[in-house]
């Protein structure tokens, strides 16, 4: 397995749910991590129990490509090397074919596939230098199966599989490994108006985030494609 002292991982919306989850997670491992944040200001109470030499913040606004680069500089410049990222941050975008707008199908596109593909664009130089390069991105059984009418939420999402798909085929030889952690609903504020499922029978942030630290930790012949976890009964994920 693969040990996380020197590692330098980033964790896309951190500022709470999964994403937050994650990094605290990563941090009591002993990762080094840069997190990025719409209002960086959001992170201080989430890595106020870690060494601040681990710890790195950064601007990332999914919808503006400059706070990207702006980003993945700034973490080489504080670490000197990047070995993992976890695009976390999405959106859950509302509508169905028949009432789904022009603007909310643009915003769904840019967050949850857009952004994560050039996160993935400007990481993998440093990614494949590591040695031992490792992305893990967040998408959904969402994007496995269709189990509602949020068919804008479910397009990125399995859009997002196609992009796990294609960065693993093109960074293999690299020793970088891709998955998509597939979860269903988790309890966080994105499904906090979900009626279906009490909160307490959804998955917990906190278990998505020790798996992440299993993918971070497998070597690269142990690699996940997909993972997908459920809190209910799925007839095929
Ligand atoms: N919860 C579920 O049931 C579930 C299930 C499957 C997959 N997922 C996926 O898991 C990921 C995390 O979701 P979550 O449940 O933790 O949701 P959440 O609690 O709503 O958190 C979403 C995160 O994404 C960030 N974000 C949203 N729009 C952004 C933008 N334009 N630029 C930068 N960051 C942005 C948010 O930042 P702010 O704090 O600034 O808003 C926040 O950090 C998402 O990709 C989601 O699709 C969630």
């Not at 990207?68 to 410049?77: D, N």
């Amino acid at each position: 397995m693969l040990q996380p002292e020197g590692r330098v991982v980033l964790v896309s919306g951190a500022s709470r749910g999964i994403g937050a989850a994650v990094a605290r997670h990563l941090l009591g491992l002993g990762y080094r991590v840069s997190l990025g944040a719409r209002r960086p200001e959001t992170l201080a109470e989430v890595t106020a129990d870690a060494p601040t030499e681990r710890v790195h913040h950064a601007r990332f606004e999914a919808l503006e490509p400059a706070s990207h680069a702006a980003w993945i500089e700034a973490a080489q410049a504080q670490f000197g090397r990047i070995d993992g990222l976890i695009n976390n941050a999405g959106i859950l975008a509302r509508g169905t074919i028949e009432t789904v707008d022009e603007a909310t199908l643009d915003l769904a596109w840019a967050v949850n596939v857009k952004a994560p593909l050039n996160l993935i664009r400007l990481t993998l130089p440093a990614l494949r230098r590591a040695g031992h390069g490792r992305i893990v991105n967040i998408a959904s059984l969402s994007g496995k199966r269709v189990r509602n009418d949020l068919v804008a939420y479910s397009m990125t999402k399995f859009a997002m599989l196609a992009l796990t798909h294609s960065a693993r085929r093109l960074a293999w030889d690299d020793g970088v490994r891709v998955t998509a952690l597939c979860p269903g609903f988790t309890r966080t504020d994105l499904v906090a108006d979900v009626a279906s499922i009490a909160a307490a029978e959804m998955t917990a942030p906190e278990d998505l985030a020790a798996l992440v630290g299993t993918l971070l930790a497998l070597p690269d012949e142990a690699a996940v494609a997909e993972l997908h976890v459920n809190c209910r009964l799925e007839d095929r994920f």
